[in-house]
Structure formats: structure tokens, C-alpha cells
């Protein structure tokens, strides 16, 4: 299968990305602009989307998840800065991650049982015994990052010893760091969604 993709990349350099996407469906792998690689797609850029979390939960040998990760971190090789990288399509993150297409169909199917095909609901694991959606996460992770010192103490009602530890952990990339923090726990970060998603709520409610 290594040998399958060394031809997908030279056709692909050869005659463009359609012939390459002709040999990836050979391979077994998803074809860019089916359900299964978009939700592939959007789940591998998720900058939520963890090596951690595309080896526990996507069933990602480790060193391929780490060249995906690695990849999309840029140059610099820090997650969440202007130099991050996109996946422009299935042949291109085949050619990072050296993941076969049986395994790239396996996962981009795994992906569409999670949502990642569609919208805000694409799950994106539960930490510390807390869900959390795509949507979730983001509105957590945006008051996380930007909600001064007194929102999260006051209005979000999180303990000081927490609000201190993400205040200096910031910018927080993803759930998965977040519920890492010291002192954060699964009160404190059920507390914080929950807070988080009550005020998009509002936000959309006003708006309309």
C-alpha cells in the first residue's frame, strides 16, 4: 500500500490533482468530495483534534498522528498561529500522514458517524466526564481565551484557583488542554460550557 501512494504523488505532481484522486479511490481511500473525506477533512484541520485524540479515539498509529498534527502546526510548530496549515485534500494528507487508504476510509467513516460532515454538532469527545460538541468547544474555548478575569470568576462562577490557571495558560487551543489545566476539573469546566453556551445562545437570540 506504501508503494500505492508513492504513485498517487507522482501522478498527482504528473497530470494534477484529479488523476490523483482517481488512484487514491483505487486505493481504497475516501474521494475528495464525498461525505466521507469532507468529514475527514474537517476533522484532521480541527485544531481541537489532537495527536492524542486521532490516536485514542480515531485509531491513529501514534507517528502518523504526529505528522498530521506536526503538518498542520506550521513552521513554527505551535498550534492555533497564522502559520498553521490546512489539508487541501485526501491525496495531500495521505502524503503526510503515510496512512494507507484503508485506513484514511476507515477513519473518514468514523468521522461521519462523529458529525464532521455537517455544521456545529460534529462531536468532539467528552473530557473530564464533560461533552462537548464542535460548537460547544468553540464558544468554550472563545470565553476561555478572551472573558476577562472577572466574567470567568463572576459570571461564569469558576473557582479563582482555576480562573488563575486559565488565564495564565493562555491561548488555549483545544478542550483537551483546557480540561488538562491545573486546578480546572470537571466542575469547573462543565461550569464554563455551560456558561459559554447560555451566552452564544443569548448572543443568537438577540441578533435575530
Same mark, same amino acid.
Given at each position: *500500500?506504501?508503494? /500505492?501512494?508513492?504513485?498517487?504523488? *507522482? ?5 494534477? #490533482?484529479?488523476?490523483?484522486? %482517481?488512484? /487514491? ?58 502559520? !498553521? ?10 502524503? #503526510? ?7 484514511? *476510509? ?10 464532521? %460532515?455537517?455544521? !456545529? %454538532? /460534529? ?17 468554550? @474555548? %472563545?470565553? /476561555? ?17 482555576? #480562573? ?16 488538562? @489545566? ?6 469547573? @469546566?462543565?461550569? @464554563? ?16
Amino acid at each position: *500500500m506504501r508503494n /500505492a501512494w508513492i504513485i498517487v504523488v *507522482m501522478l498527482a505532481g504528473a497530470v494534477g #490533482v484529479g488523476a490523483g484522486c %482517481d488512484v /487514491a479511490i483505487e486505493a481504497g481511500a475516501p474521494v475528495d468530495g464525498t461525505v466521507e473525506a469532507t468529514a475527514l477533512l474537517r476533522f484532521v484541520d480541527y485544531r481541537g483534534t489532537t495527536a492524542r485524540v486521532l490516536e485514542v479515539e480515531g485509531g491513529v498509529a501514534r507517528t502518523s498522528a504526529n505528522r498530521i498534527v506536526s503538518y498542520r502546526s506550521g513552521a513554527d510548530g505551535v498550534p492555533g498561529t497564522k502559520d !498553521d496549515e490546512a489539508f487541501g485534500s485526501v491525496v495531500e494528507l495521505a502524503t #503526510v500522514s503515510g496512512l494507507s487508504g484503508t485506513s484514511l *476510509m476507515r477513519l473518514g467513516q468514523w468521522a461521519v458517524t462523529r458529525g464532521w %460532515d455537517d455544521g !456545529d %454538532d /460534529a462531536w468532539v469527545g467528552v473530557y473530564d466526564g464533560v461533552g462537548f460538541s464542535l460548537g460547544d468547544a468553540e464558544v468554550t @474555548l %472563545d470565553v /476561555a481565551n478572551t472573558a476577562p478575569e472577572s466574567v470567568l470568576d463572576i459570571e461564569a462562577g469558576l473557582r479563582s484557583d482555576a #480562573v488563575a490557571s486559565i488565564l495564565a495558560a493562555r491561548p488555549i487551543v483545544s478542550i483537551e488542554q483546557l480540561a488538562s @489545566l491545573p486546578r480546572v476539573g470537571e466542575v469547573n @469546566l462543565a461550569q @464554563l460550557r455551560g456558561y459559554a453556551v447560555a451566552r452564544a445562545e443569548t448572543a443568537q437570540i438577540l441578533a435575530e
